[in-house]
C-alpha cells in the first residue's frame, strides 16, 4: 500500500476512522465495514472463545484483546524506531513479536505487514521507511477497530 500522502500525520482512533473514510467517496459507514471486516480473522476468534470456561466467561478472550490493544501500539512504536534507525536486528525482533501478537488474535492484516517486515528486515530503501510505519498503524487500527465492532456485538 502506498500511503505518501499521509506520511506526516499521527494516527489515533478518530484519525484512523477518518482516514479510512477520505479512501473512498462511497457512504463510510460501508467502507469502514467492509475495509476494516478482513482485518480479523473470526475463525481465531471462535477458536478463542471455545478455549474459555463457563465460570470465567469472557475473561480469557477480553484479557487477551485488553493486552493486544494495549501493548500493541508500543510494539509499533519500537518496530517504527528501528526501522527509522535501519537496525536489521530489532526490525527483524520487533516483527517478529507483533507478528506473533497479531496472530495469537487473528489480526491477520497486521500480521501479514509484519511478517513482510520481518522477512525482509534488511534496512529499507528511506522513501519506504514511512510508508511502513504508516501502514502498520492503519492495520493496527483497522484490527483494534473490528475487535471493538465485534465486542460491542456480544
Known sequence: MNYSNFEMIMIDDDAAISLLKTQSS??????????????????TINALRGLEDSKHSTAFLDDL???????????????????RARSSGATRHYAHK?????RNLGAVKLAKVSSEIEEGS???????IEDL??????QFHEAAFEISRWRSKR
Not at 65 to 75: A, H, K, Q
Not at 98 to 102: D, F, H
Not at 122 to 127: R, V, Y
Not at 133 to 138: A, E, G, N, P
Open 26 to 43: 462511497e457512504d463510510p459507514t460501508s467502507i469502514q465495514t467492509r475495509k476494516v471486516c478482513s482485518s480479523i480473522d473470526e475463525s
Open 65 to 83: 484483546i485488553d493486552t493486544f490493544t494495549r501493548e500493541t501500539p508500543e510494539l509499533i512504536a519500537q518496530l517504527s524506531d528501528a526501522l
Open 98 to 102: 507483533l507478528k506473533g501478537y497479531c
Open 122 to 128: 534488511e534496512p529499507a530503501a528511506p522513501e519506504m
Open 133 to 138: 510505519c504508516t501502514d502498520l498503524r492503519i
